[in-house]
């Protein structure tokens, strides 16, 4: 059980810290406002942690879905009997169609909200997609507050699958764990990334593999999964 719980906690350390660095906007629209406004470094970590905190317990609400799913199966009775077995085969089918989830969404080239960075500090938000090439249109300027909104209606959709594992097990403790895990890592690399850049450090353009994040969310949860059913992880 300890040894699952490790697994299931890399997981999502590795899942946190991925979904956030792969998107430029979880960072970048904090030191551009912030500089626009001549906040000082304290200010800037302050908003961050708080459209942070709100992006995960947005996330935590859909995962509970998850949970919910995973507690009803429990119900089932010859299920109930292989509860250790079943949760890591449902971890596993949750990752593979979380994965085919991403997939599909990467052929669909899906819009999603995307912030725009101008020479003079000011940030907007516009619907996007990875082929528009042409100037975006019915786009927002950014406040702290709407950029505080734009997170919060904007969850990581990754933590449902790994809600079902502990859900089915009826480990609330695990539960939480993993909560409290991905909200810690999402906060530390978003405050981690703000710090070096705002120091001056070039980060690495890492725009290209934000559209792949679903599936690469899904194929680790599904690794997860069938590591701990075939390897005995």
Not at 13 to 36: Q, W
Not at 161 to 182: E, K, R
Request: hydrophobic share 50%; glycine share 8%; with cysteine.
């Amino acid at each position: 059980m300890q040894t699952e719980l490790s697994i299931l906690l890399g997981t999502a350390i590795s899942v946190s810290i991925l979904h956030t660095v792969s998107g430029p906007d979880h960072y970048i629209p904090f030191i551009a406002i912030g500089k626009s406004k001549g906040w000082k470094l304290p200010r800037i970590l302050f908003w961050t942690i708080l459209c942070g905190v709100a992006h995960v317990l947005t996330s935590v609400l859909i995962a509970f879905v998850g949970a919910g799913l995973g507690f009803s199966l429990t119900k089932i009775d010859f299920l109930n009997e292989l509860r250790g077995g079943v949760a890591s085969w449902i971890l596993f089918a949750f990752g593979i169609l979380y994965l085919l989830y991403g997939l599909y969404g990467v052929y669909r080239n899906k819009k999603h909200k995307h912030f725009d960075v101008y020479d003079d500090g000011s940030v907007y938000v516009f619907e996007h997609d990875h082929q528009q090439m042409t100037y975006p249109v019915n786009r927002k300027k950014v406040t702290p507050w709407i950029l505080f909104i734009v997170f919060l209606l904007g969850p990581c959709e990754s933590l449902f699958p790994l809600m079902t594992y502990p859900a089915v097990q009826q480990s609330s403790f695990n539960m939480m764990a993993l909560i409290g895990v991905f909200l810690i890592f999402t906060l530390l690399t978003m405050v981690t990334v703000v710090i070096l850049i705002y120091s001056g450090f070039k980060f690495f353009n890492t725009e290209w593999l934000e559209k792949y994040m679903t599936p690469i969310s899904g194929a680790s949860i599904a690794i997860c999964g069938m590591g701990m059913i075939f390897l005995n992880w």
